[in-house]
């Protein structure tokens, strides 16, 4: 397994861009593959993120979009919303702004966390709990001396986490594809200045998890969005844009039978301090000290086919976060033992108010499906 390139990866990108506004990151450099001069010659510069649309996928299905392609470039670890997402909105990779998954046990709060909705998976928020103080990382939108929008669901629009993350930028909202493209234009028609607007399409990776990135449901869906992208480029024609379209991670399926469930392993389970954090595909192990070696020598003796797995803090310290000095919460944030699922398998926990698992596609990995972005 290959860690993700933060010199080609989503910080780059945002980099870049934020180097054409003006504001330069001392951490992350430039992407390579879209140079910063050429962002700079354009006076509205769109960022159209169409989460779960990965490299591999759109190079396998599409059809009219391949004269467009500039490349591939990798996600962040875990390959995941959560900490691409985050990735994005503030320039950093997980290792500063310490959002490491979709589950979080977070110290702050002494609750296993959803960041994103900000909820709990288990345990109550405090009342006075903040999700701009759970983020290590600003906003990249309040560096720029530009103007800037974020174009997002009507649902989104107004959460906790879009506006921690938001910074100063306007916060647009839409219902449904034809909305969002009559947003974006209606946002870069009003502009006399110089301006970034960072758009945001959540449809194929809620169908791609609930259907499978196979399915016909999802290319039926991919179908529409490389017709409506192919439209919005015409109607941008002209107007001195410069679209750029993305992703925050790809996707693989995996089948039931690949479900790795740790109720199943009641010996493994009672080593547990929290439940599972971080994804299906990198979980998250918080041990209880006194029983490491108990809960590493199981997995050595009954999972070694079906996992890999880390010293958490080794990975801090190889990288696979990202670069420079880790955020202080980022070691807390990722257990004891990190967990990497084999093939297209999975590992999760079930606690008692959780339906079974039903989802059928799955990212979080390292593999180049569920890593590599356009």
Known sequence: MIKPD????????????????????????????????????????????????GYHYLKQHSTRLQGYLRGSMDSVFPSSTAPAITSLMTGCAPQQHAVTGW????????????????????????QDAAVANLIGAAPMFSRLDYASHIVITEALCDSEYSRATGGTAWRHGYRGLEAC?????????????????????????????????????????FDELEQAIVELIEQLRGSDTLLVISADHGFIDC?????????????????????????????YAYVQPQRLRLFTDYLE?????????????????????????????????????????KDNRIVIDRLENEPPWSLIGVHGGLSEAEKKVP
């Open 181 to 221: 493209l009559d947003c974006l234009q209606q946002v870069v028609g009003k502009g006399h200045e110089r301006q970034f607007i960072y758009a945001y399409w959540p449809a194929f990776d809620a169908l791609a998890h609930r259907y499978g990135v196979a399915s016909p449901e999802v290319r039926a869906h």
């Open 6 to 53: 933060y010199d080609h990866s989503l910080v780059n990108l945002i980099s870049a861009i934020e180097s054409s506004f003006g504001s330069h990151n001392t951490i992350y450099s430039a992407l390579p593959e879209l140079p910063v001069a050429e962002i700079a010659a354009a006076r509205n510069v769109v960022l159209w993120l169409l989460d779960g649309l």
């Open 255 to 283: 089948p039931p039978e690949h479900v790795l469930l740790l109720n199943d392993h009641p010996e493994l389970q009672a080593c547990l301090r929290h439940p599972l954090c971080g994804e299906p595909r990198a979980a």
């Open 103 to 126: 589950f979080m046990q977070l110290d702050e709060v002494d609750a296993v966390t959803m960041l994103l909705p900000f909820k709990a998976r288990a345990g109550t928020l405090p």
């Open 301 to 341: 003796a009954e999972l070694r086919a079906e996992l890999s797995w880390y010293p958490a803090a080794e990975l801090i310290d190889a990288g696979w976060f990202g670069k420079g000095r880790p955020d202080p919460r980022l070691a807390a944030r990722i257990g004891d033992i990190v967990l990497l699922p």
